[in-house]
Every structure is written in structure tokens, then in C-alpha cells.
């Protein structure tokens, strides 16, 4: 670390703010751009107060927007690199079901995502995955490539590939100030860096940290409750190691989605979320919210109750997590409005860990003035209106 009241003076080719999953990916496609890449991290590392921290996130090829379900392909490819350049697995496949009322159309969409006919009725998937109970009306599509990516392994690999090719990691820096230019300026509380590129992406910190730089954007960080559910007896469920990752659309029970994975994190404990949780502040993500009765863990027992009834009613484990949610819970994936070299990833909205591969390929697209891989017009910022403010 540096040495205080001597700050370094530093120039690279590119500079990344934010060393989650999504900043450290755009920082080593930078690295293996043969571009020397800063990334900056304001927690000592590893840390568990953003959104890319525990041991275990879904991956999967559905997706009922056909513009996540295209990038798909190239993500798992690059997660594949990472393994082989890491020497590490990083992914195990246990399938994945999506359930939902028959003729549902998000259900229709990620159907037609997979370009094939996996739907299972209540007694097929029953066959399949005995676990599961589906109510009347209800089917479920079957993705096969789905399963479960090693998140904190994830994370360590790609920050290690950085480094290999040449890459600097900085943890325990906090940015202090930002000019922007030609030659960007980051003060840090330890150093001052320069670059003629530079990439955001800090999570639940974008919303504050952007506004000194004119952009006021409709970012909302929400602290969600990570549950863990005891089989009723262990191992009798297929709800264990064997059982697969699943999500549901279109559920009146469960409005916002309901998520879950296979027992790997807690021996016997099937991993189960409401895809939703309370607004919160970033800065204080550990206080649970005064007086709150955490309705969303009343709508999980609710859900095991109907569609899980081979574990217990009541979580064994709970932990917290953070979305940084946009209001159609699409990507920000942009430059900024009125300083081109300056590169914004941020709203991941609870689904992007899966997609950081293809996220941290295209900010560095971006920061590199090239053209794109993927579409980008679903991520642009100028589908919010007003957000550019004067630069105080």
C-alpha cells in the first residue's frame, strides 16, 4: 500500500473503479488487450459487502428476453477460458427448471429461448426431480445447461488471470475525486492515476458515485435476504446435491420470482430466494431494516409449503446480498452522455453475475471505441430521460 501524505502518481492505458465480478471481467479483457489496466477496489479484498460475494450463483441459457438469451452462448464459452487460464472448475451443471402457469408468455419466451420443446408437466417433472410439487395449470421448461457457477471461486480466478497478464489490483483504495478529460484523474486515498480511459462499475455505490459527474441515474440498491432450508429428512427429496437450480415466472405467490439452488454451500440446505428485498443504503447493508418482519421470507414458506413441501417451513441460515436494481431491471451499459472516455456498467438488477464474461467484453469495447459484440441499444442510458444534470 502507499505510503500516507505520499500519494502515487501513476499512468495507465485504462483505469476500472469497482473489483466485483463485473469490473474485474472488463478489467481482464483490458489485461488481455495487452492494455495496462488499474483496478481499484475501496474494500480490503475478499469482502462480502457488494453483490458478487458468496460461494455459489445460477447460470443458465434461458432467458425470456432474446437479448440476454443470445449472449448466452458467448458466456459460457468465456467462463470456460476462465477455467482453462485459472486451472480451476467453476461451474457445475445440474440442470435448471423454470416453473410457471402453462401459456404464461415470459414462460412462452423462455421456451422459444431454448429452440426446442422441454416442457414438463407436474408428473414429468415430478419424475424428474421428485422435490417438486406443481399446482394445477402449471408446467415447467427444462434447461439443460443450467447449473451453478462458484461465485467467490469465480471471482478470485478472474482478478488472478488479471494479474497474470500484467494487470495492477488496488484493494483498500477509495476514490476520492474524479476529473475528467483526455488524460481521465482518479484520486484515491492513497494515490492520484491517470488514464486516458476509465470504467465504473461499483454496484451499490453508481447511484451516489455518479452524481458528481452530472449523472443522476434511476438506480435503486435493495438489501435481499439469501435463505437456507433444511430438508424435512435429509436426503429423501432429491432436493440435495442432485437437485436443480430453478427460477419461476408469471406465479401469483410469488410476484417478483422466486429462486433456488441445489444444496452445495450448507450440507442438506437447499439455497432459496425471493427475487426481490428492502431499499437500502450501501453504506449501512449490515443493519436489518427497524422493525421489519421480513415479508419475503413469509413468501418463501409459503412457496415451500405448495411447491417444496419436502423441506422446512421455516429458513435454517440467512444471509444478505445486494441488487442495484433499474426500474425495467435491464443493464446500464453505456458511455457517459457528455464524457465519451468515460464508461458506465452498472444496474445488474440481481441477474448479471451470469453475463459478467459478456458484460466486462463489451465495457471494454466501449472503453476502446470499438464496435460492440452485442446490441447495446437495451442498455443505453438515454432510455431514462433527464438523467444528465449540471456538473457542480
Known amino acids: 500500500m502507499a505510503v500516507p501524505n505520499q500519494p502515487q502518481k501513476a499512468t495507465y492505458d485504462a483505469i ?14 483490458l489485461a488481455q488487450r495487452h492494455k495496462d489496466t488499474l483496478l ?21 441459457s434461458v432467458y425470456p428476453q432474446q437479448y440476454y438469451s443470445s449472449m448466452m452462448p458467448n458466456s459460457f464459452h468465456l467462463w470456460q477460458q476462465l477455467e482453462a487460464e485459472a486451472g480451476t472448475s467453476l461451474y457445475r451443471r445440474t440442470g435448471l427448471v423454470v416453473l410457471g402457469p402453462a401459456g404464461d408468455p415470459e414462460l412462452e419466451s423462455c421456451r422459444r429461448s431454448l429452440g426446442d420443446n422441454q416442457v414438463l408437466d407436474a408428473t414429468a417433472l415430478a419424475q424428474h426431480f421428485p422435490g417438486f410439487r406443481l399446482q394445477p395449470g402449471e408446467v415447467a421448461v427444462l434447461d439443460s445447461t443450467g447449473g451453478v457457477l462458484f461465485a467467490d471461486r ?21 476514490v476520492l475525486h474524479i476529473e475528467p478529460g483526455a488524460m481521465v484523474t482518479v484520486t484515491t486515498t492513497a494515490g492520484v492515476y491517470q488514464a486516458p480511459r476509465l470504467i465504473i462499475t461499483v454496484g451499490a455505490w453508481a447511484g451516489a458515485f455518479l452524481e458528481p459527474l452530472g449523472l443522476r441515474l434511476p438506480l435503486q440498491p435493495l438489501r435481499i435476504n439469501v435463505c437456507y432450508w433444511r430438508e424435512k429428512q435429509p436426503g429423501s427429496t432429491s432436493m440435495g446435491t442432485a437437485s436443480p437450480c430453478f427460477l419461476t415466472v ?26 426481490h428485498g428492502s431499499p437500502t443504503d450501501p453504506e449501512k447493508r449490515d443493519q436489518a431494516p427497524s422493525g421489519a418482519s421480513h415479508p419475503d421470507i413469509a413468501l418463501l414458506s409459503n412457496f ?17 446480498c445486494m441488487y442495484t436494481n433499474t426500474p425495467d431491471e435491464d443493464f ?13 456498467g452498472a444496474g ?7 453475463l459478467a464474461p459478456v458484460v466486462g467484453k463489451l465495457l471494454c469495447e ?11 441499444a437495451p442498455f443505453r442510458i438515454s432510455r431514462f430521460p433527464g438523467v444528465l444534470q449540471a456538473v457542480l
Not at 476500472?16 to 479483457?29: E, K, L, P, R
Not at 415451500?304 to 422446512?312: A, H, R
Open 16 to 29: 476500472v473503479i469497482g473489483a466485483g465480478i463485473q469490473g474485474s471481467f472488463t478489467a481482464y479483457h
Open 40 to 60: 481499484l477496489e475501496q474494500f480490503l479484498l475478499p469482502h462480502s459487502r457488494g453483490s458478487s460475494h458468496g460461494q455459489s450463483r445460477i447460470i443458465r
Open 154 to 174: 469465480a471471482l478470485r480466478a478472474v482478478q488472478e488471470v488479471f494479474r497474470r497478464h500484467g494487470g495492477t489490483l488496488r484493494d483498500g483504495e477509495k
Open 250 to 275: 408469471g406465479l401469483s405467490q410469488a410476484p417478483h420470482g422466486v429462486y433456488g439452488l441445489p444444496a452445495l454451500e450448507y450440507p442438506g440446505m437447499v439455497k432459496l430466494c425471493h427475487h
Open 304 to 320: 415451500i409449503n405448495s411447491y417444496l413441501p419436502g423441506l422446512e417451513p421455516q429458513p435454517a441460515v440467512v444471509e444478505t
Open 332 to 344: 446500464i451499459l453505456d458511455r457517459h452522455p457528455k464524457f465519451s472516455n468515460i464508461i458506465i
Open 348 to 354: 445488474f438488477s440481481g441477474h448479471g453475475f451470469k
Open 366 to 376: 466501449l472503453s476502446l471505441g470499438e464496435e460492440p459484440s452485442h446490441d447495446m
